[in-house]
């Protein structure tokens, strides 16, 4: 099936191009390769349960706890990027459904008709609301695919660290071609805002990129972080900091 453009294209397009630079028919061909409408229904743990269904490519419906609710104003179909599907933030205070557009669960429970979602320009991978922080990313190499993470602050935009994999528009582009990685799965931020796990599960061996990160210090979180610890025990460990 040809794949159908149901989200605003072109202002992703000028968005990536404006912020990185972008070769134009690259940063296209690449956006456009990835996108399909999904009408698929999803259930996410919210309240008694819901179940979400695209009625059209920008509308959803949201159905639980004896509720309808219709949500509208996507700017992407849900779905309809397979590495970003719908999905709660890590701390399950939003309902992330697609790769730009999002909603507050509370908001949802409390809908007895329509709600507009909000949404962002860039690929959402997480929202945390105790800190006020949105985790992003956007393509920086078309060719390979390459992705420059940004962790910011929801009201001021302002970003909130500067370290390997994140975008820094103070570093030439040159240098971060050398630190983007390849998008497999969203990324998320721990449920208390300390941490951030850009590329999908937190993983402290130094294996992985761009890795986990500790907000505090700005710092790369590892086995000597954690008290030289190996194994099943930092395993265990890493991901207990997101819990």
Known sequence: MEAKLDFPIE???QHVLKKYSLNS?????????G????????????????????????????TGAGKKCTITNLTASM????????????????VILSEHDYIDKNKLISCTNKIKVESIKSFLFDINKSK??????????AT?????????????????????????????A???????????????????????????DPDCTGDSYPGVYNLKTKKLVNRTTLGGLDGDALDATCKKLFE
């Open 25 to 33: 028919l690259a940063c296209i061909a690449f956006i456009a390769s």
């Open 174 to 200: 040159k240098k971060q071609l050398e630190n983007v990685f390849s998008l497999t799965d969203n990324g998320i931020i721990s449920k208390d805002g300390k941490y951030v796990s850009i590329n999908g």
């Open 11 to 13: 202002k992703h397009i």
């Open 132 to 141: 006020g922080l949105v985790l992003s990313a956007d393509i920086y190499s």
């Open 79 to 94: 779905g309809s990027d397979p590495r970003l599907p719908p999905r709660l933030s890590n701390d399950g205070e939003y």
């Open 144 to 172: 390979p695919d390459g992705y420059l993470a940004e962790l910011y602050d929801i009201k001021t935009k302002k970003d909130v660290i500067q370290a390997k994999g994140f975008f820094d528009k103070k570093t030439p």
């Open 35 to 62: 996108i399909a409408y999904a009408d698929d229904s999803y259930q996410l743990p919210i309240s008694s349960g819901y179940t979400f269904t695209a009625a059209s490519s920008n509308t959803v419906m949201a």
